[in-house]
C-alpha cells in the first residue's frame, strides 16, 4: 500500500505524523512523509520517503515570542499560509498521485479533503488536539473559565471558534481550488463534518485517560491515543549527561520547546533564581527559547535535543510549554508538570492536567515570576498525591499502543475502499 503523509506545524505536530509513518512502514507499506526540510534528521533511519516543504521554523519561532490571544495566532498562521499555500497544494497533488490514501495530521487535515475528493482516494484527518465540537467541554482555544458552560455553549464555542479560524484561511484555500482544481471559492460557511471522508475515522491522536471521548463525537471519530516517536534502537544518552543524573537526586527538566522569547537571558535568570530557591537540581534544555548558560552553576547541566522517551522518566518535574506533544510525553513518564502556556491549545492542556490532579495551575508565560514558578515546582516535588496520581495516569498512559491502533484503522478503512471499488 502507498500511503502519503502530510504535517505542517512545529515539532510537536510533526513527531507524532512521523510515529505514524514508521508504524506504517513497519507493516511494508511505502509510505511518504511530507513537511518542512527543517525535520528532515527526524525521518533519517525510519524507512520512510522524506518529501521537503518550504522551510518555516523562523516564523514560528518569529510567531512564538510574540504576545497575542490564542486566536489571533491563527492570523499570523494564516498569513504564512498565504504566502505558501498555493505552491503546497500543488505540492500535495502531485503528491497524491499514485498513493492509496492520504493522512493529513494538524493543520493538514484541512487541507487533504480537498486533495483526496478530486484524486477519488480515501483520506484521513488527524488531530492532537480535542477540536471538534462537543458539548462536553468549550473550544480548546479559548481561555479556561473559571465555571462550566452548559452543553449547548460549549458546543457553540467550537463553531464559533472554527469559524473564526475558518475566516483566515478560506482566501487561501479558494485560491488554491480556482488555481489548481477549477473551482468555485470556498464556502463562506465552515462545516467540519462535510470535510470528512465517510470511509474513514478521524483519528484523534490522545489518551483517553486524558480526555475521555465526548458521547456525541459517535463512532466516526476514534481517541486513539498517543502517538510516541520514541529514539531509535542503539541511541545512547551523552556520557556526561547520564553521570549528571546519577550524581544526585533526580532533577527538574524545563524546556518550552518552540516556543521563543524576546529577552532569553531574563527568562533564564528567572528560571534559574526558581531552581536555586527550591533547592532543587535542573536540565535545562536551550530549545527555540534560545536559553543563555554560559556559565552554568554545578547544579544545572544544559541540553539542546534529547530523546523524551529516555530523559522525562528520570526527571522528578517536568517545565513546559504545554504543547500537545510534550505534554504527552511529561504524562507517560509518570511525572508531574508545571506548565507554562505560550498560546494556542496550551492553556487547554494546563488546565486538564491540574483536573487530573497532576499538575498545579498553569502559569501564563507572561505572569511568570520567581516566586510563583518556585511554589509551583515545590508543590510537583513534595506533593506525594499529585506524585502518586502523576504516575498511576503514566501507567495507563504506556500501556496504551495509540500509533498501532491508528495504524490499524488506517489499514482497514483503506482495504474497505479499495474493496468497494
Not at 516535588?381 to 495507563?396: I, S, V
Amino acid at each position: 500500500m502507498r500511503i502519503s503523509i502530510l504535517a505542517l506545524g512545529s515539532r510537536g505536530d510533526i513527531q507524532p505524523a512521523l510515529a505514524l509513518a514508521e508504524t506504517l512502514a513497519s507493516h511494508s507499506h511505502h509510505i511518504r512523509f511530507i513537511t518542512h526540510p527543517g525535520f528532515a534528521h527526524l525521518a533519517v533511519g525510519r524507512n520512510v520517503e522524506f518529501l521537503p516543504l518550504a522551510a518555516m521554523k523562523g516564523e514560528f519561532e518569529h510567531l512564538a515570542k510574540k504576545k497575542r490571544y490564542p486566536l489571533f495566532e491563527f492570523r499570523a498562521t494564516a498569513d504564512m499560509a498565504k504566502r505558501y499555500g498555493l505552491e503546497w497544494s500543488r505540492q500535495f497533488r502531485a503528491l497524491a498521485e499514485g498513493s492509496d490514501c492520504l493522512v493529513g495530521a494538524g493543520v493538514c487535515s484541512f487541507m487533504v479533503p480537498t486533495v483526496g475528493r478530486h484524486a477519488k482516494i480515501p483520506f484521513f484527518q488527524a488531530f492532537f488536539q480535542p477540536i471538534l465540537p462537543t458539548r462536553s467541554f468549550s473550544s480548546v482555544l479559548l481561555p479556561s473559565l473559571p465555571f462550566a458552560l452548559p452543553g449547548f455553549a460549549n458546543r457553540l464555542s467550537h463553531q464559533i471558534v472554527n469559524q473564526l479560524v475558518w475566516s483566515f484561511f478560506r482566501p487561501t484555500a479558494s485560491e488554491s481550488l480556482r488555481e489548481l482544481w477549477h473551482e468555485p471559492a470556498a464556502p463562506l460557511l465552515f462545516q467540519i463534518d462535510a470535510a470528512r471522508d465517510p470511509r474513514c475515522p478521524t483519528l484523534m491522536a490522545f489518551s483517553r485517560h486524558v480526555v475521555p471521548p465526548p458521547e456525541d463525537w459517535g463512532h466516526s471519530i476514534e481517541v486513539t491515543g498517543y502517538w510516541f516517536l520514541d529514539r531509535q534502537t542503539g541511541w545512547q544518552p551523552p556520557r556526561d549527561l547520564a553521570d549528571f543524573i546519577a550524581a544526585g537526586p533526580p532533577p527538574i527538566y524545563v524546556g518550552f520547546g518552540s516556543m521563543g522569547s524576546k529577552n532569553p537571558a531574563a527568562i533564564t535568570s528567572l528560571v534559574l533564581s526558581a531552581i536555586n530557591k527550591c533547592g532543587c537540581r535542573a536540565i535545562i534544555s536551550s530549545g527555540w527559547g534560545n536559553f543563555t548558560l554560559s556559565d552554568a552553576p554545578s547544579n544545572i547541566f544544559r541540553v539542546d535535543d534529547l530523546p523524551h522517551d529516555w530523559l522525562f522518566p528520570r526527571m522528578a518535574s517536568i517545565v513546559h510549554h504545554g504543547g500537545a506533544g510534550t505534554t504527552a510525553s511529561a504524562l507517560r513518564a509518570g511525572v508531574p508538570s508545571v506548565i507554562v502556556p505560550f498560546l494556542a491549545d496550551q492553556p487547554f492542556w494546563g488546565h486538564r492536567l491540574r483536573q487530573l490532579g497532576v499538575a498545579p495551575r498553569a502559569i501564563p508565560h507572561h505572569k511568570m515570576n520567581v516566586n510563583v514558578l518556585a511554589q509551583a515546582l515545590d508543590c510537583t516535588l513534595n506533593n506525594k498525591d499529585m506524585r502518586a496520581k502523576a504516575a498511576d495516569l503514566g501507567m495507563l498512559i504506556a500501556a496504551e499502543n495509540g500509533v498501532k491502533r491508528a495504524a490499524d484503522l488506517v489499514e482497514k478503512a483503506v482495504d474497505v475502499a479499495s474493496s468497494s471499488r
